[in-house]
């Protein structure tokens, strides 16, 4: 079946670090690959997503490469601020099933000033 | 509405009694999506509706679980003889098309504890 293994955390930072979260995956074919970020008290917000080999998604300073050769999905970000603070979950879906997502655990970011 | 809207907030049940949570999803969007997430982890999908057809409950863990839509608008998943495993936050999301492939918008769910 489909499965998402993300690093646990918390990973804590300091302002302006840089920031990377292992993401990696198990599904049959060529699936979509997302990240998502939950604000404190927010709802699951997509914060970017690459649909093919070696596609980039990016967004708000974020960036992750769908890399098919180590099934991988890493999220980076080049520093840091404190607003980033958040639960980030990487998640794929298999491209026959829309947006029937499949979630890895989450992994909490706390950035100190 | 702005956003996808759920209610209530928070919920606490007694073990064995029924609750109803419900989902407002942004007007005009065809696809509505349930999702369960228990403390620490990712959700898991449980049920996906296309307008008032629920083309997919494959992720409803048990016949304890039931999700309607039945104008394809307003929908709601109810969980009859609740048990402390159904304690987890109950996420809805929708979006425009019913391809199921346009940006999802999640609500910020109904936490559900049972006693």
């Known amino acids: 079946g489909n499965s998402v293994t993300q690093m646990e955390g918390p990973v804590t930072l300091s302002e302006e670090a840089f920031l990377t979260i292992n993401c990696t995956y198990t599904a049959t074919g060529y699936p979509s690959l997302f990240w998502y970020v939950q604000y404190p008290g927010e709802g699951l917000q997509l914060l970017l997503k690459?649909?093919?080999?070696?596609d980039k998604g990016s967004n708000k300073g974020f960036e992750a490469t769908y890399r098919k050769e180590t099934t991988s999905f890493h999220l980076e970000k080049g520093s840091v601020q404190v607003s980033d603070s958040a639960v980030y979950f990487c998640a794929l879906t298999p491209k026959a099933a829309g947006n029937k997502l499949t979630f890895g655990g989450g992994t909490r970011v706390l950035v100190k000033p | 509405g702005a956003g996808v809207s759920q209610s209530p907030r928070y919920k606490v049940a007694k073990r064995g009694q029924d609750v109803a949570l419900r989902c407002d999803p942004i007007?005009?969007?065809?696809?509505l999506f349930w999702y369960q997430q228990a403390l620490g982890q990712g959700p898991e999908f449980l049920t996906y509706f296309q307008n008032e057809a629920q083309l997919d409950k494959s992720g409803l863990p048990s016949d304890r679980f039931f999700a309607e839509r039945p104008e394809g608008s307003v929908s709601t998943l109810k969980i009859q003889r609740t048990q402390q495993e159904d304690s987890a936050v109950y996420l809805c999301?929708?979006?425009?098309?019913?391809?199921?492939?346009?940006?999802?918008?999640f609500g910020s769910g109904t936490q559900l504890s049972v006693l």
């Open positions: 999301a929708s979006s425009l098309d019913g391809t199921g492939w346009e940006k999802l918008f």
């Open positions: 007007s005009g969007h065809v696809s």
């Open positions: 690459a649909t093919k080999a070696d």
